[in-house]
């Protein structure tokens, strides 16, 4: 109840008008990074950090946060229109949401995207409400073993899944490894897998692969068709706004699902990336309509959009009351509170009140604030899937192409990207699959670095991964998640072969 | 010209291009060092196996890819309509060291705008300048990224 208090507090602070015009500018600013793809949500926040130092820090944070949860919803509309993910947690929205949007309902898709999001929000602002103090305790509780054990949980529930030649699907993950290998070892230092390119010491973005595989691949394959978008209706019907949103609790359970991998990923720093491809790995695996998914099913947007701004949304927690930021914007974020004069940790929460519930009050506020933004701009998104293909597609290169420069101003990473085109073409073509490949690129280092310092920690005995409950229970989870299909799959088959013909 | 291209030897391609991927991988990192050492798992471990499993399984895919019947995935008339997007893509991308981001893609919508609304100068010739400037603001001016300008950029002091 105490924090109930602090909160009726905190909603005083941010219901001023200064704080309610800072939200409008963030979430705007915030959507239009999201939008562009190589912006990102660290990139915005960085380049409005400089502003924010003249400010209050209760001003300042809302401001930033805002931005934050813009670019979160920014993300996810490029994903379901064009196929390219403004922000890699948005990858696996792709995956049911632009399907659905080729099939000419690109209103739904985004509304069920902005619906579900605003609810993954919604359920990480009230677990930090709820829990702020407490979770300090259980985030301390992680260590190397813990985090490759969670990395494995987030592999395990993808992995393995779906109809693609299982082969194929490991040479595409062992892909997705050998490029998060590339460039400088982080245990030990040394370079790796160069292959006598300097530049490459920098690593292969993770940004440049997707807008590759995903935009250009995918711009490729569109192209062989005579026909590439399907007629959309002329206008953006409301109604179908409404009612998308009104028909989603129907999903409650997968919501609800979502939601608490999200805030599960968020805490431990698992990120929101691993948290919507883990999301959504389990809903196709549980789902009852498994064989629409990948091809415009709701609930594959539903779970991954849920598990990101619930990831998203409580990644603030472990920054505010440890300093451990969950995701890369957070970590900007926390710089700037150590600009601002603030240190982050659990005294904050006793010496800052003010700008710990001000902020937290700001998270709601802020998402209702950035789903109305978001869904007054629909009409103009939704627009422009009625831009005839030739002139979309000149603009998609030019995107991905301007994209993966900007990165980090490499003329290398263009040329890389186009690379990616053709390999994205050739796999979607032959039905490799790419999600494997994209989550094991953006996770794939940080999971054998977790694995490795584990194995300095036990001098390389695997018992370290069976060490205390939480760490054995994590694995057991994974191996269970990896096992199980497969002795499903069977029972199914012999039940098959039992079963009285009709 | 009619070329079709068969799901067997796009199979066979892809196979090789992961393949060879795998042996660059395994080459590369074994001279990493592979192996348990005083410093833990040594750093080319990790990148070693995965290489292997690439390989191998290129090879497996190679070899079932061959198996398979020579249906053909690509006509005519789909590699033409590939080639008028991918080939222009690429010029464009191998034209920015030379005129820049900005210039080549101004020539670049123009080219494609031109080609498919044949006559409409005005309208592609506005369509360019506008993406032109549109990168600028957004880019240059809000987010402070300086796109190159290539060598014709550094000839003309932008």
Sequence with gaps: ?502 | MRIMVSRRSLETATALLTGAFGAAVVVSSYGNGIGWSSAGVDPGTFPFLVGLIILSGSIFNLAQGWLQAREVVLRPSELKRLGMLFIPAAVYVGIIPLIGIYAASAAYVFGALAWHRRGAFIFSGLAAIGTAVALYLIFELMFQISLPRGLLGDALGF
């Design chain 1, 1 to 502: 109840m105490e924090n109930l208090e602090a909160l009726l507090h905190g909603f005083t602070i941010a219901l001023s008008g200064n704080h309610i015009f800072l939200m409008l500018i963030g979430v705007l600013l915030g959507i239009l990074v999201g939008v562009l793809p190589g912006l990102g949500a660290p990139n915005g926040v960085s380049l409005l950090l400089p502003l924010t130092f003249g400010m209050q820090p209760v001003s300042a944070i809302i401001l930033l946060s805002c931005m934050y949860w813009g670019a979160l919803f920014g993300g996810s509309v490029t994903s379901i229109l064009f196929n390219i993910p403004g922000e890699p947690s948005s990858v696996a929205t792709t995956f049911d949401g632009y399907p659905m949007a080729r099939d000419g309902r690109p209103t739904t898709a985004l509304a069920t995207a902005f619906g579900s999001a605003a609810f993954g929000a919604l359920a990480g602002v009230v677990l930090i409400t709820l829990s702020a103090s407490w979770v300090a305790k259980v985030a301390l509780a992680f260590g190397p073993p813990e985090y490759f054990a969670v990395y494995f949980l987030a592999f395990a529930s993808f992995v393995g899944m779906g109809g693609s030649p299982p082969v194929k699907t490991l040479v595409s993950l062992a892909i997705g490894f050998a490029l998060a290998a590339v460039g400088i070892d982080t245990v030990s230092g040394s370079v790796r897998l160069t292959m006598g390119i300097d530049e490459l010491v920098k690593g292969v973005s993770f940004v440049v692969a997707v807008m590759g595989l995903f935009g250009i691949g995918e711009l490729l394959i569109a192209v062989e068709d005579e026909f590439h978008v399907k007629a959309i209706s002329s206008r953006v019907d409301w109604r179908e706004v409404f009612r998308t949103l009104i028909h989603l609790p129907r999903y409650g359970w997968a919501l609800l699902r979502s939601a608490a991998i999200g805030c599960w990923m968020g805490i431990t720093p698992g990120g929101p990336t691993a948290a919507s491809f883990m999301s959504y790995g389990i809903a196709k695996r549980f789902s009852s309509r498994r064989a629409n998914f990948g091809k415009g099913e709701p609930e594959g947007i539903i779970a991954p959009e849920t598990a990101d701004h619930a990831a998203g949304t409580s990644a603030l927690l472990p920054m505010l009351s440890l300093g451990i930021p969950g995701s890369a914007t957070a970590a900007v974020m926390m710089g700037g509170l150590m600009i601002w004069g603030l240190n982050p940790g659990p005294m904050l929460f006793i010496e800052q009140k003010d700008f710990v519930w001000g902020l937290i009050a700001s998270m709601y506020l802020g998402n209702v604030v950035a789903v109305i933004l978001v869904l007054l701009t629909v009409p103009v998104f939704a627009a422009l899937m009625r831009v005839p293909f030739f002139i979309i597609a000149p603009l998609i290169v030019i995107i991905c192409t301007v994209g993966a420069y900007s990165v980090s101003n490499s003329y290398l990473d263009v040329v890389l990207m186009m690379g990616f085109g053709i390999l994205g073409y050739l796999f979607k073509k032959l039905h490799y699959p790419l999600a494997p490949l994209v989550l094991a690129t953006v996770i794939g280092d940080k999971a054998e670095d977790a694995f490795r310092q584990s194995m300095l920690m036990s001098r390389g005995s695997l018992s370290i991964f069976f060490s205390n409950t939480l760490v054995t229970t994590l694995v057991f989870l994974g191996a269970a998640l990896l096992v199980l299909p497969v002795i499903w799959r069977a029972v199914g088959k012999i039940r098959a072969q039992f079963a009285p013909t009709r």
